[in-house]
């Protein structure tokens, strides 16, 4: 594909890329490491007049404690994130989600705020922050507004962000005694988008569940919560959840060229299964 000529404009500040955002009309997004945004402009899916690179941006990178939460800047690689203290210590469902993104090259490139405004409906990141119950921080450049992302992640490729607005910091619960998680995922070579994935909370005491938190993605239009299957495991053993977990009900996969939908509904089973399976045991023996 031959892409169209477009405006580059770089940002210093938040205040800055918002105002060419909003100056653009729509008509501009924004890039950091640009390991999303450039292969759809490069494929034809997006038509740009500009992009506002927010690369340089200070202030929003890193990760600090804030009480019983992580606070993530946008700007922080996956490779940072991977390998960050904190983070594997505090929730280390997000360290294990963000292995399995893409390769080295990638994670060492993309940012948490990308993977989340990206919002593709395969993707670890999304799906591990509406487990986790995270909240972000949107901004405007003057005004910043908090969003839970079970609420941002709104369907194939959208969210809540306005289209001057950005994402700016992501606040993210630390795990407390007796929580364990899991990542399952399948796809078609290591790296390559996830067929279907599975992240899992569980708060488990003398052996068993007392809470869970279990969701998918890759079988709908955005990352989903399993409140029925978090349910119908409350009291069970690690030994138990495969009589527990039924039929996966409310999910809509797709067939394509690379699984069909029958195909997606099984993995969906069995990775929430192993996802739930890890956390029960990892929470059993902390």
Known sequence: MF????????????????????????????????????????????????????????????????????????????????????????????????????????????????????????????????????????????????VKATDFHQGFFTTDLAEDE???????????????????????RRGDFALVAAAALARVAEGRVIEARLGLCGVADRPIRLGAVEIAVEGATADELDARVGPIEGIEPASDTNASADHRRHLARVLAIRALTDAVRRGGSA
């Open 3 to 146: 892409v169209k000529p477009f405006r580059y404009q770089r940002a210093e500040s938040l205040a800055d890329a918002c105002a060419m955002l909003r100056d653009a009309g729509g008509g501009a997004k924004a890039i950091a490491g640009g390991q999303s945004l450039l292969p759809m402009m490069n494929l034809g899916l997006l038509d740009l007049d500009a992009v506002v690179d927010v690369g340089h941006v200070e202030g929003i990178r890193g990760v600090t404690r804030d009480g019983g939460y992580l606070s993530i800047g946008a700007l922080t690689r996956h490779a940072d994130l991977e390998r960050d203290a904190a983070v594997r210590a505090g929730q280390p469902l997000v360290s294990e989600a963000v292995r399995w993104i893409g390769s080295s090259r990638i994670r060492s490139r993309g940012t948490l705020g990308g993977s989340l405004a990206h919002s593709d409906p395969a993707a670890e990141l999304p799906l591990a922050m509406i487990v986790a119950g995270a909240e972000y921080d949107l901004t405007d450049g003057s005004a910043t507004r908090s």
């Open 166 to 188: 950005l994402l700016e910091r992501v606040r993210v619960p630390v795990l407390g005694p007796g929580w364990g998680w899991g990542f399952a995922e399948v796809s078609r």
